[in-house]
């Protein structure tokens, strides 16, 4: 076992000693997630800093402003319309799936880097329109996998890439809430699919182990099938109340994985080689208590670690990134994979076929 | 939560206060599991004795006769030709999965109960034949799940079926070994679909999270879809050196499962439902310190309890259900079912399609 990879388990391998003026941020749509996760990551961080808020809703953009001490609250329109671009040199975009194109294709015309939510868009086509984008107008594009710069997702990537497990065989993955019990309201739109994409469960949530499937074992998926179900009422719109779906990776991995926006809240990733296994739970929602557990050899550890905000390594990923120059792996087109995949996963399910992925 | 649910967490619910003879057995297929493990247990149990062993080795079958104190050795002609009926009472077949059949058929005609290693057969059609030589002869007939004879297994369907995860929604599922590793022959049966059946995997471990599910679900499946690869040497005549495969239960649930002779040695099985978890891990091996973690209304349980000899309860069972005149919960056309969805799976897997499961 390679006990270098577990020694000072949360550093930031990305990080250089680089002086660095924080990132303005213009943060667009100011749901729960934005207002109580993001927003106070920005501030807890060091690269970042709050500059602008942006909402639908004036007054709620103003009075998020004023909270985070920022310049400027803007409406979607007066964003668009290119307000107070000299206040932000960055756009975070947590606004529903199917409206991420539009305001990233305005960041891009103004030259601001984007660090968009998951999954980047409700179709394939959409965020290849994104990727090009950023490309066209040279402006650096992230997508918001909170898992790549967790430090346990990271040591995971690290021991299966440097070989502690054999050669990586199954990656088993889950994740699911109780999407109702959180946010009450059957019309939200998660379970609206000309706002959230092609379903409920997979697109949200089954994205996780997908994605960090695909940053472990540093391998891209070329099939999936697909079974998915719905049956309660809010879930009338939706193919997907719960589903499972596998993956077979371009590295010959299999992975079995499952979601649910209508059961219990729970999450499990585990990745079993030749020679060893990794597992982390919960994996894909912090926990006072995550458990990291390894076993190679017959020996079984389990790691107590901090569990770090994900949201604040995330955003200073993003900034030290962006200030700095360099590459940013969860890019546009490797978030483009993940959409198209789950694409797939629902013709999958619904065809009753397993589907090839061409190149994307 | 049932707290009833978890008191004597060692009980036999089956076990009635009869005072009974033992079945004396004949051991059919005297491989390594059947000395190490079945023998042994057969030993220690309550209601059970060895008293003939059966082998294609004369010399085998005699040894292994004396070890156990056995009345008689005896060739498998010698088993056909109705040798020794007098000693025994019942048949345990334990021999490669496609000669499982010739042996029920012979134990059927002499009219002995019959405890048959899972998968029952090779194909269904061959499955089938052995469930109509059974009823045709009277004689009980029973598949040897140990997981179902396994206290943690009933009170988790106790758990389950009582309602306290709420509605079941997902079950994961897992089982891998590395089979050169325990066994270095890279000829050995469970590599030889003649011998073995469609493939390795699934047939051979696959088996355990699918039937545990059925058990503990009291669900049948509908519908499944596979993936599969092989790629390393001795799995040349088998498609699954590993596989995934998902299921649909008839009452809606879904479950994601894996499994892979050719991976570390792991196993865990999860019911998550709409209001709780339930997880046993390693669920599919015998382990000094299982856990059994049950989760619901926000609280997480952890049980330790002390592992059973899992043969032994399983040989207890099957001796004071034949002596009793009881009912057998794992019999013969259960056992179809896990026969028939496995060749389900495997067409699914070549054929890149979702397969239904019709009536069986």
């Known amino acids: 076992m390679d006990a270098d990879a577990l020694s000072e388990f949360d550093r930031r391998d990305w990080?250089?000693?680089a002086d660095l003026d924080p990132l303005r941020l213009a943060m667009v749509g100011l749901g729960w997630w934005t207002r109580d996760e993001a927003i106070p990551a920005v501030a807890d961080g060091d690269f970042c800093e709050t500059t602008v808020a942006v909402s639908s809703d004036r007054e709620k953009a103003e009075a998020v402003a004023d909270d985070a001490d920022a310049a400027a609250g803007l409406t979607y329109e007066e964003f668009h319309d290119g307000r107070a671009t000299?206040?932000?040199?960055?756009?975070?975009?947590?606004t529903p799936n199917a409206t991420h194109l539009e305001f990233v294709e305005s960041a891009a015309e103004f030259g601001k880097a984007v660090l968009c939510e998951k999954p980047m868009e409700a179709s394939a086509d959409r965020a290849r329109r994104m990727v090009e984008a950023c490309e066209d107008a040279g402006v650096p594009l992230m997508?918001?996998?909170?898992?790549?710069?967790?430090?346990?997702?990271?040591?995971?990537?690290?021991?299966?890439?440097?070989?502690?497990?054999?050669?990586?065989v199954l990656v088993h993955g889950s994740m699911s809430q109780r999407l109702l019990a959180m946010i009450a309201d059957p019309d939200q739109w998660r379970l609206d699919p000309d706002l959230a994409g092609p379903g409920a469960s997979v697109t949200d949530l089954g994205i996780y182990p997908l994605n960090t499937a695909r940053f472990v074992l540093d391998a891209d998926p070329v099939a999936v099938s697909a079974l998915a179900r719905s049956g309660a009422d809010a879930f009338d719109d939706v193919p997907d109340e719960a589903a499972t779906f596998q993956v077979r990776f371009d590295d010959g991995t299999l992975a079995a994985c499952a979601a649910s926006q209508h059961a219990h809240r729970s999450s499990h990733f585990t990745v079993v080689g030749t020679e060893g296994e990794l597992g982390l739970e919960p994996a894909f929602f912090e926990s006072a208590g995550p458990e990291f557990a390894l076993e190679v050899d017959g020996t079984r550890?389990?790691?107590?670690?901090?569990?770090?905000?994900?949201?604040?390594?995330?955003?200073?990923?993003?900034?030290?990134?962006?200030?700095?120059?360099?590459?940013?792996?969860?890019?546009?087109?490797?978030?483009?994979?993940?959409?198209?995949?789950?694409?797939?996963?629902?013709?999958?399910?619904?065809?009753?076929?397993?589907?090839?992925?061409?190149d994307i």
């Open 15 to 17: 990080r250089t000693d």
């Open 86 to 94: 000299d206040e932000y040199d960055a756009v975070y975009v947590a």
């Open 143 to 168: 997508v918001a996998y909170r898992m790549q710069t967790d430090p346990a997702v990271r040591r995971a990537r690290e021991l299966v890439q440097g070989g502690d497990l054999g050669d990586p």
């Open 301 to 358: 550890a389990s790691l107590d670690y901090e569990q770090v905000d994900q949201m604040r390594e995330e955003f200073d990923y993003f900034g030290h990134q962006v200030r700095t120059g360099r590459d940013i792996y969860p890019d546009g087109r490797h978030g483009l994979v993940d959409v198209a995949a789950i694409e797939a996963v629902y013709e999958s399910a619904e065809a009753g076929t397993t589907v090839p992925l061409s």
